[in-house]
């Protein structure tokens, strides 16, 4: 028994389209039998559109079930997938492999959750895929599959002891090994966790140390991938690239409100840190993003099928009767998820370029010695030279980020102009402007024949 955990995807669609068919053709030769769990309905290609649906509702099934709607965002997809395998030297009959199945399941505390088995008969060794909707069907919870691996090779050692043959002896030292890296994990969990803390509050401490006024340390943040922002009730935060915020005070040692207050006081206006966490919370939101499409995805399929029971079944009328519904919204998503891919690059870019043309973190450094040398000199001429040194550098680091400033002010109001929605505006008063160009030159033009004709 060889059991194999696939990765986690977003479509549904595209797992139906693997499991249920051959590989890269529309055949299912391959399939030897499915079998579907607590969907209603005996056919595997629908229950993976029902599966599609129950995902794209969870929002919807939280709000029914009197779950409150927040949580993490989701970092994986619904589709949770994997594969039980027997030795070429077995034949599992169907009965043997569905209850292996549905047992795995059980162990993995999925049994009530949407779920479709298919048995495949490609290979000389006889297996079954289980394809698995993560969101609970009655209260859209996602399930969060934890030391899915350890438990799935350890009933698979059970099974082989029962049967009185090990024929994996690897396994078994495997096994052991996991559980003990899953006890270190447990216990290391809270460690990583306050170390994560402790790094970024130090390289806000630096920052903030290595600057003499809100500007700097403004800039300073931004090269760093953080925004300084107005928080709750003028509180000062820090955005990083990902949306979530951090109280400034809690980062810094012995600066509280009354210091930074003092030190800011060159910084008139702050952006609100809630506008800023928003903004940038919404590009990672793939969760939505993949939901919306498989709404859209099911839509589709249901009006496809309503068609086809009127009796206009051929593909071709039914693309010459009605378009698609969903192709333009799907048209729309693509286009804003590329476009907002390639504006992380050409920030990344843009970041890595300034700080090889700048060398900003060198200046930083040549700050900080020349810092330590007008406190540890003794005598008056070297440290007032020292000092001056440490001004001229100063206005360098000024100079500087006003630069940095300039060109990352410049390439977010290209990565605006190239916004979809904005160039499909320009694309529609383009239009218009030559429609009414149009127009102009036709009155002209008859203008010009009555002219000629004398009327």
């Not at 993003?289 to 309503?306: G, L, N, T």
């Not at 593909?315 to 998503?333: D, G, M, W």
């Amino acid at each position: 028994m060889v059991p194999h955990i696939a990765k986690m995807g977003w479509s549904f669609k595209g797992a139906g389209q693997y499991y249920l068919h051959d590989k890269q053709a529309d055949t299912d030769e391959r399939v030897g039998w499915t079998y579907t769990h607590n969907i209603p309905t005996n056919d595997p290609e629908k229950a993976m559109r029902w599966m599609a649906y129950t995902s794209s509702q969870a929002q919807a099934l939280k709000q029914q079930a009197g779950v409150a709607p927040t949580g993490r965002k989701y970092k994986s997809g619904p589709v949770y997938s994997y594969s039980l395998s027997w030795h070429p030297e077995q034949q599992p009959d169907r009965q043997t492999m569905l209850d292996a199945a549905l047992e795995t399941l059980g162990l993995l505390q999925l049994e009530e959750h949407e779920a479709v088995i298919v048995n495949h008969t490609d290979t000389a060794h006889d297996h079954v895929h289980v394809v698995v909707n993560l969101i609970h069907p009655e209260n859209g919870k996602k399930a969060v599959v934890s030391y899915d691996r350890l438990t799935l090779s350890t009933w698979a050692e059970q099974v082989e002891t029962l049967e009185g043959e090990i024929r994996c002896p690897q396994r078994v030292i495997n096994n052991e090994l996991r559980r003990e890296q899953a006890n270190e994990n447990k216990q290391l969990a809270l460690v990583k966790h306050r170390d994560k803390k402790v790094e970024r509050a130090a390289h806000i401490q630096k920052l903030y140390t290595n600057t003499s006024n809100g500007h700097a340390f403004q800039s300073a943040l931004q090269m760093a991938g953080y925004t300084l922002a107005n928080g709750h009730k003028g509180r000062y935060v820090i955005v990083d690239a990902f949306g979530q915020e951090y109280a400034l005070a809690r980062q810094l040692e012995g600066q509280r409100a009354k210091h930074l207050k003092e030190r800011f006081k060159d910084l008139k206006e702050l952006p609100e840190a809630k506008v800023i966490s928003k903004q940038r919370s919404k590009p990672f939101d793939r969760e939505a993003y993949e939901a919306a499409r498989q709404q859209k995805i099911v839509d589709a399929a249901i009006e496809w099928e309503q068609m086809k029971t009127k009796g206009n079944d051929s593909p071709q009328s039914v693309a010459q009767t009605k378009p698609n519904p969903s192709a333009e919204h799907l048209r729309k998503l693509d286009a804003l998820r590329a476009w907002e891919q390639r504006s992380d690059q050409k920030r990344n870019r843009l970041k890595q370029n300034l700080e090889e043309q700048y060398q900003r973190s060198e200046l930083l450094r040549k700050i900080d010695i020349l810092k330590e040398q007008t406190t540890k000199r003794s005598w008056l001429t070297s440290r007032k030279k020292a000092q001056a040194e440490l001004s001229a550098l100063k206005k360098n680091l000024a100079t500087i980020d006003s630069r940095i400033q300039e060109q990352q002010a410049a390439l977010e109001q290209q990565i605006k102009k190239d916004h979809p929605e904005y160039k499909e505006l320009l694309t529609q008063k383009e239009a218009e402007y030559n429609r009414r160009m149009q127009e102009h030159l036709k009155q002209l033009n008859s203008r010009d024949k009555d002219h000629e004709l004398g009327l």
